[in-house]
T-cell receptor, first 110, second 115 residues
Framework: KNEVEQSPQNLTAQEGEFITINCSYS?????LHWLQQHPGGGIVSLFM???GKKKHGRLIATINIQEKHSSLHITASHPRDSAVYIC????????????FGEGTQLTVNP | DTEVTQTPKHLVMGMTNKKSLKCEQH?????MYWYKQKAKKPPELMFV???????INESVPSRFSPECPNSSLLNLHLHALQPEDSALYLC??????????????FGPGTRLTVL
C-alpha cells in the first residue's frame, strides 16, 4: 500500500463542471503539495499546505491533518485544466524528500 | 525571476555517448534536486544538493554523475546509459531551512531517449 493514495486515478468531466481530486496519506507530514503536470513534462506547484485551506483563482485546496486527507477542487473547469494532478507529501522524518501519489489524470471536454 | 530552467528540452543519445543536462535557477535557492520520471509514474528522487554539497544520493548508478558548480547551476553528466534510462529528467530547487520545509519549484524537464 502506497503511503500517499490519490483518487480517482482518471477523471473525465465536461467543461464547467466542479471537480474534486482526493489525496489520503498514512504518515505524519509537515507539508503537502498539489502539483500539476501537462503532457510533455514540466511540473507546476499549485499549492503547498500544512493546514486549512488555500485558494488561487478557480483552484481550492484543503487539508485535514487529523484525518490525513487533502482535496483539490477546480471550479468552472476548462479544457486547459486537462493535466495530471499529483499530491506529494513532505514526511516529518524524511529530510527534504517528497513522497508522491500516483497522480490523477484529468480530462475536461469542451 | 521565479523560474527553474533546464536545457536541452530533448536529448537523444547512444549508449556510448557522453552528454550533460543543465539546470539553472536565480531565486537564491541553496537546495537543488534531480528527479527521474518514467511515463505515467510519479517522479523519483535521484540527488539532492544543499549549499553546493551532495547531501542525498538515492543509490543512483554511477553512469549518472551530478555536479553543482555554483549556487545557481546544477548539471547531470551522463555516460554509458542504457535504453531503460530513457525518461523525463526534472530539476527542482528550494530554500534550505533545517526547521521549516520549503516549497520545491520544478523545471520543465529534459526528455531523454537512449538508443
Amino acid at each position: 500500500k502506497n503511503e500517499v493514495e490519490q483518487s480517482p486515478q482518471n477523471l473525465t468531466a465536461q467543461e464547467g463542471e466542479f471537480i474534486t481530486i482526493n489525496c489520503s496519506y498514512s504518515v505524519g507530514i509537515s507539508a503537502l503539495h498539489w502539483l500539476q503536470q501537462h503532457p510533455g513534462g514540466g511540473i507546476v506547484s499549485l499549492f503547498m499546505l500544512s493546514s486549512g485551506k488555500k485558494k488561487h483563482g478557480r483552484l481550492i485546496a484543503t487539508i485535514n491533518i487529523q484525518e490525513k486527507h487533502s482535496s483539490l477542487h477546480i471550479t468552472a473547469s476548462h479544457p486547459r485544466d486537462s493535466a495530471v494532478y499529483i499530491c506529494a507529501v513532505k514526511e516529518e522524518t524524511s529530510g527534504s524528500r517528497l513522497t508522491f501519489g500516483e497522480g490523477t489524470q484529468l480530462t475536461v471536454n469542451p | 525571476d521565479t523560474e527553474v530552467t533546464q536545457t536541452p528540452k530533448h536529448l537523444v543519445m547512444g549508449m556510448t555517448n557522453k552528454k550533460s543536462l543543465k539546470c539553472e535557477q536565480h531565486m537564491g535557492h541553496r537546495a537543488m534536486y534531480w528527479y527521474k520520471q518514467k511515463a505515467k509514474k510519479p517522479p523519483e528522487l535521484m540527488f539532492v544538493y544543499s549549499y553546493e554539497k551532495l547531501s542525498i544520493n538515492e543509490s543512483v548508478p554511477s553512469r549518472f554523475s551530478p555536479e553543482c558548480p555554483n549556487s545557481s547551476l546544477l548539471n547531470l553528466h551522463l555516460h554509458a546509459l542504457q535504453p531503460e534510462d530513457s525518461a523525463l529528467y526534472l530539476c527542482a530547487s528550494s530554500q534550505v531551512d533545517l526547521v521549516v520545509y520549503n516549497e520545491q519549484f520544478f523545471g520543465p524537464g529534459t526528455r531523454l531517449t537512449v538508443l
